[in-house]
């Protein structure tokens, strides 16, 4: 190529790398050779030649009993904020958490890793804490001080739905919970949110019972039927994960109970639930200013290794979408 073009081995390199100006006459020479070769640097030559791939490992468990719609909003949020950056993204799955990040570091094929579902003590940390690679975390494990991190204040959003229940003059409260995936393994924001909700619940005088969830949508509502039965005193709703709300508004229904005239219903959604069952009000999960924010400070740790580690806790918003009143007795 260097030898049609005219020029130097490192003046190619200059061109497809920008590292160095290069006269348009000579850019304009050496882009008509790759044209007319075909020529596609691999990540590998990338790497050789600028010291970087343009690529970022996203880390997603995407584990069976998961809620995939969910997760996808994630890593759809993702890509579209590392084709911002003129990132390509690559998705390593599965528990493996080790042998990814080896792998991934050893063959030099990213730059920088961001890591979605991030548990207590997940091992994946470990891993990227022994390779010393640059890396994101999208959850805030307690005691973790040398990742950047980034999340929605999952505390403040259980202290404010059971707040808005409590002025509301709702008493008695049903948790509809986590599916499984989130409680078996671990999930910060799992952890998190149950605190926030049991700090409401201490400071309005709230008295809370669950209802566990899980992706089986007849499960799930079997569940709250039989919630509904034992609990008659239940006034309101707090739904804390986008799955498990169209079988509550199923088992509602079934018992003849209207939302907002006979029971309130507040809950954490995507602004793509509505997709599954009726929008409730509550606070929207922001997955696209979290996903964003993690590729730009992921972006920034790449251009400034030396920057100390930063945590950014996105505040949730309330929005009202007509399904909280007060409770009838």
């Known amino acids: 190529m260097a030898k049609l073009a005219g020029v130097s081995r490192s003046t190619v ?19 008509e050779v ?13 790497a050789l030649a600028t010291a970087t791939t343009d690529t970022i490992a996203l880390l997603a468990p995407m584990v069976d009993n998961a809620a995939p719609e969910v997760a996808l909003q994630f890593v759809n949020g993702v890509v579209q904020a590392a084709r911002r950056q003129g ?24 730059d920088g890793f961001v890591v979605l579902d991030v548990e207590e003590r997940d091992p994946r940390i470990q891993a990227l804490r022994k390779a010393n690679f640059p890396a994101v975390l999208v959850g805030m494990p307690e005691g973790v001080n040398d990742f950047d991190r980034v999340d929605l ?30 409680q078996d393994m671990d999930m910060t924001y799992v952890n998190r949110f149950n605190d926030g909700v049991q700090r409401g619940a ?6 809370l019972v669950a209802a566990d969830a899980s992706n089986d949508f007849l ?18 709703f707090v739904v804390r994960h986008e799955v498990a709300a169209a079988p509550l508004f199923n088992a509602l229904n079934a018992a003849g109970l209207s939302v907002p ?12 639930m509505s997709l599954h069952s009726r929008p409730i009000s509550g606070v929207l999960n922001p997955f696209r200013e979290i996903t964003g924010a993690a590729v730009d400070l ?32």
């Open 219 to 236: 499960a799930t509502t079997r569940k709250i039927e039989e919630l509904l039965r034992n609990h008659p005193e239940v006034t309101a």
């Open 298 to 329: 992921l972006a920034q740790r790449l251009e400034d290794p030396s920057l100390r580690p930063r945590t950014v806790l996105l505040q949730p918003e309330y929005d009202d979408r007509g399904t909280l009143s007060s409770p009838k007795h």
């Open 34 to 46: 790759i044209k007319e070769l075909d020529f596609s640097p691999s990540a590998a030559g990338r």
């Open 202 to 207: 201490q400071l309005h005088g709230s008295t």
């Open 153 to 182: 204040d999952w505390r403040e959003v259980g202290l404010m739905l059971i707040g808005k229940l409590a002025q509301a003059g709702h008493q008695h409260i049903c948790l509809v919970g986590t599916p499984a995936a989130g």
């Open 87 to 110: 990132q390509d993204v690559l998705l390593a799955t599965g528990d493996e958490a080790f042998h990814s990040v080896e792998r991934l570091v050893k063959a030099n094929q990213v």
């Open 261 to 272: 005239t006979d029971v309130s219903v507040l809950g954490v959604s995507l602004d793509t």
């Open 13 to 31: 390199s200059y061109v497809m790398s920008g590292k160095r100006p290069v006269s348009s006459e000579v850019r304009q020479r050496v882009q």
